[in-house]
């Protein structure tokens, strides 16, 4: 299958129309509103480089049931939908049949059990609301929360075609030391070997303007502690994941915008009212710096800034 692009990321909010005056404020993005239905009802999506978000309530028809607020679904475009829902078929991705979706195309639905718990769309084109105004250079991923990457991969890679950008594993370790004081001898410290105490397997797809990051629990056997207060670690990045895998099953788990600088970033969003789990930008995958802002601001969705260089 030709490589389908990542066309809109589909976000479930707790207040819509708030959460569209957030993203356009205080990151910059540029707002358009799509046709939802024949009615005249229209869904927000603010455009954030080549793609965009759209915002849906809890209940809203399109989501096929009651959804909880977070990241929920990708709509990858593709340009002809028979075929590719065809092609999507005979790969064995299990696709529904073709639906009324956003701005009057038309969208299938791949099966959430051929795409690892990503919940995945294949859409018509829709016309972009823009790229928005700066503050925000791109989307750089959208994080999924999985059991199996291997099966995700796949689905991604194996079968639509989508590239691997690159593969790695994030681990923290504490290295034991043991100390011998005697007031003859002096003291003698000894390291013991390091002792895992969180890790990630992460691999990233590229689909279109934005990457696909797949976090998997490094060693499923050690217990998901809940993180306490103070900024972000790699130990408490694997409890998270591995909690919400446990609770929800996996899927789709939080948005990561590009930014130039990280620590300036923060810094405005907490003048805006924003609640940082990061007060300053920490280490992350790719090289990158990272920083992680509490789910509130944007009404249930996840979401980190990301500044790196690319390779």
Known sequence: MEPPTLVWVGLVVTDVAATALTLARDFGLTRGDWAADPGGRTIPVLGVGACALALFP????????AAAPGVHHLALGVPDLARAAQEAAELGLRPAAAEPGLAGARRVALALGATAGVRTWLTEAVPAPGPGGGRVARLDHVGAALADN?????AFTTRLGCPIESTQTDLEARIPVESFTSDRYGVVQHAREPELVGGLRVAFVTVGDADLELLEDFD?????????????????????IARFVATRGG???????????VDRALERLARAGHTLLDPR???????????????KGLHGVLAHLVEREEI
Do not use: C, M, N, Y
């Open 220 to 240: 499923p056997r050690h217990p998901a502690v809940v993180a306490g207060e103070g900024p972000g670690t790699t130990r408490k990045d694997r409890s998270a």
């Open 58 to 65: 809890p209940a809203d028809p399109l989501l096929g049931g």
């Open 150 to 154: 291997a099966a995700a991969l796949d």
């Open 251 to 261: 899927g789709l788990h939080h948005l990561a915008f590009r930014v130039t600088d």
């Open 281 to 295: 930008g920490r280490p992350g995958s790719r090289r990158a710096r990272i920083g992680f802002l509490h789910p």
